[in-house]
């Protein structure tokens, strides 16, 4: 029996001294793959900017020369090269990916170069992609806005109706800024014009931050519109409690000692307690409606402390029913 143990734990460990080197080598292949990826995706972007500037160049009539069409292919193959050993080999595929980064790199200052010997400004190049770069960032913007807009009425479409006006304004500026940047593309792309390209993108600017504050405008207007629908319900809720002591005192139930026991002091004698404490609720009622657009988070808080008076006065109510507070 002993030795069938021991045989066993011999199995089990001689299993675990293969099995964890397997793990960790499994492990640090996979990082080398992540990071054979990441070089190649760095490589990808650099023949990315190198493609954008060839497009310009080829716009303005120049043609590529044999030599920087070399250099491209090269740096492609390398590319392609590096993708196709990235699971394989990953190691040789970084080194790949490094080589063509470098290779693309090189060209794209040989393309400048071609630019300025064919009489281009390339300083008005560089900030024609600058704005190309730009717009496409504000349409990024503007799929985000709207993105917001049409899932808020997802979740509560029946506010749709009630937010008319502000929805308009959002789409209507939503739709001003697209046009905006369209028109600003144009003028870079086919007038090859930056200045009425620059104007066009800061109107698209200027719509697209009208739609978000108008967007954030309508967060506060539904926010402030839910506090309000809840302190409708408090209110609802204090008109109860009201009828609910009105009702316990004509039953003979002392409403003066079940507000001392919450800690209310009748200080002048003349047994109004209820009153008074009827009065502090809607006191904080009307406080809660004033601070909900500008101080949510403390118009929540006088929101509690409404509900928690409420709660207190029916807790204490059924003992004061049945002849007085237990003893604690």
């Avoid at 069938?4 to 996979?30: C, D, E, G, H, K």
């Avoid at 740096?75 to 993708?83: F, I, N, S, V, Y």
């Avoid at 937010?163 to 600003?184: C, D, K, S």
């Avoid at 104007?199 to 697209?208: D, G, I, M």
């Amino acid at each position: 029996m002993k030795s069938n143990r021991l045989a066993t734990l011999a199995l089990l460990t001689t299993l675990m001294v293969t099995f964890v080197p397997s793990v960790i080598l499994y492990a640090n292949a996979q990082k080398e793959q992540d990071r054979a990826l990441k070089f190649i995706e760095i490589a990808e972007k650099a023949k990315a900017k190198v493609d954008e500037l060839i497009e310009f160049i080829e716009s303005k009539g120049i043609a590529i020369p044999d030599e920087l069409e070399a250099n491209y292919t090269e740096a492609d193959d390398k590319l392609e090269e590096a993708k196709s050993k990235s699971a394989s080999d990953p190691q040789d595929a970084i080194e790949l990916a490094k080589e063509a980064m470098t290779l693309f790199r090189k060209l794209y200052g040989k393309l400048h170069t071609l630019l300025n010997d064919g009489g281009v400004d390339t300083e008005s190049a560089e900030k024609a992609k600058g704005l190309l770069v730009a717009i496409d960032r504000e349409n990024e913007t503007i799929a985000r806005i709207r993105d917001a807009n049409n899932t808020y009425f997802k979740l509560y479409p029946e506010r749709e109706a009630e937010a008319a006006t502000i929805i308009g304004w959002i789409r209507g500026n939503l739709t001003l800024a697209q046009n905006n940047l369209t028109e600003a593309r144009d003028a870079i792309v086919v007038y090859h014009n930056a200045t009425m390209a620059a104007a066009n993108l800061t109107e698209a600017k200027k719509c697209v931050h009208d739609a978000f504050t108008a967007l954030k405008s309508l967060a506060e207007w539904t926010t402030s519109w839910r506090v309000e629908s809840f302190l409708m319900g408090i209110k609802n809720s204090v008109e109860k409690t009201k009828e609910m002591l009105e009702r316990a005192q004509k039953q003979g139930v002392n409403i003066t000692a079940v507000l001392e026991a919450l800690g209310y002091e009748d200080t002048n004698g003349n047994h109004e307690l209820m009153d008074e404490f009827l009065n502090e609720v809607q006191g904080l009622i009307d406080e809660a409606r004033e601070m909900r657009m500008e101080k949510l988070k403390e118009a929540i808080d006088v929101i509690k402390d409404i509900r928690d008076k409420l709660t207190g006065i029916h807790k204490e109510l059924p003992e004061h029913r049945k002849g007085g507070p237990k003893e604690k």
